[in-house]
């Protein structure tokens, strides 16, 4: 008696040993992931170990001249150049300037635009415009809105009798300024993500408190902000890590001065390793920095688990 081929297929398949459709499944995992794990390594990975071997060495990138070092250069950096910690200290305010003021006025605008009305969808376009605009046209424009008296700032300032200060020139301001320009560039890109987050809490929670004789501020403070914590944290890391990361504004608008003023870690590596040719040592800059910002993440990370906790 013949057997059906239905009956075949499925007695060959009971044969194949589990552990080759386990192998079979770890393969095909490991392709679908391969796209990404490609990317990882040949950007991030592979550059990150090419940036600490040449921290180890004395290259100058104008001689093409090396030699292994090995930690001299973190040593000279953390030791016994006094540059280095005024430029961390201009970072740490930089990032201490920034990070509140967006995250507040994002949270702001958000909370004003979360909900219908008439022309809502282009408010949302006017403040989320600027994230799209050119680094480079907006610090320029700015550049000039900044000027001393020429500039469109102090004029609409002086109309009202105040006397403007030189912005770009002047160390006390410079700093400020460039904190400003930078929040309003980047705010809309976190408006949208609360902006988003506040759409997916339920009006029945809102109400609910309405019911109960709750304020506005008592919805926001205990509804609405423990809710919000998740994109909060997002928002701080992510914004975080930018403020870091600042070289176009700085590069275009001060460079890095008055008095080395707002001279940040981003711009130092880059005066280090492509105005005095020392890669060696800006390589060393570039991962304190990134180490720098890497514990900064994981602290954010530990407080906002142990608040949850």
Do not use: C
């Not at 809502?120 to 376009?125: I, L, S």
Request: proline share 5%; aromatic share 14%.
């Amino acid at each position: 008696m013949a057997v059906p081929a239905t009956d075949k297929n499925s007695a060959r398949f009971l044969r194949v040993p589990r552990l080759a459709l386990k192998h079979r499944e770890a393969v095909e995992a490991w392709l679908f992931v391969s796209p990404i794990l490609t990317g990882f390594l040949i950007f991030f990975l592979g550059p990150l170990i090419a940036v600490f071997f040449y921290s180890m060495t004395e290259w100058n990138l104008l001689t093409q001249q090396a030699a292994f070092v090995g930690m001299e250069n973190y040593a000279d950096a953390l030791s016994r150049n006094p540059d280095f910690w005024h430029v961390v200290r201009n970072s740490l305010i930089f990032a201490a300037g920034l990070v509140p003021l967006n995250m507040a006025l994002a949270l702001t605008l958000a909370l004003a635009l979360s909900r219908p009305f008439f022309g809502v969808v282009f408010f949302r376009a006017v403040f989320f415009a600027p994230v799209v605009t050119s680094a480079v046209a907006w610090a320029i424009v700015w550049k000039f809105l900044l000027q001393n008296e020429a500039g469109a700032v102090n004029q609409i300032l002086a109309v009202v009798g105040i006397d403007g200060p030189n912005w770009l020139r002047e160390p006390d301001w410079a700093m400020a300024a460039v904190i400003v320009t930078r929040v309003i560039k980047m705010v809309g890109l976190n408006m949208i993500l609360y902006i988003a987050a506040l759409q997916t809490i339920p009006r029945d929670y809102e109400e609910a408190a309405r019911l109960e004789g709750a304020s506005n501020w008592q919805i926001f403070r205990m509804v609405i902000w423990p809710l919000l914590a998740p994109t909060t944290l997002i928002i701080m890391v992510i914004t975080t890590i930018g403020s870091f990361k600042v070289f176009d504004h700085i590069y275009l608008m001060t460079g890095g001065g008055p008095e080395n003023g707002t001279l940040v870690l981003a711009f130092y590596i880059y005066e280090q390793g492509f105005k005095f040719f020392n890669v060696g040592y800006a390589s060393a800059l570039a991962m304190i920095m990134f180490v720098v910002v890497m514990v900064l993440t994981i602290v954010q990370l530990m407080l906002r688990r142990k608040d949850m906790q």
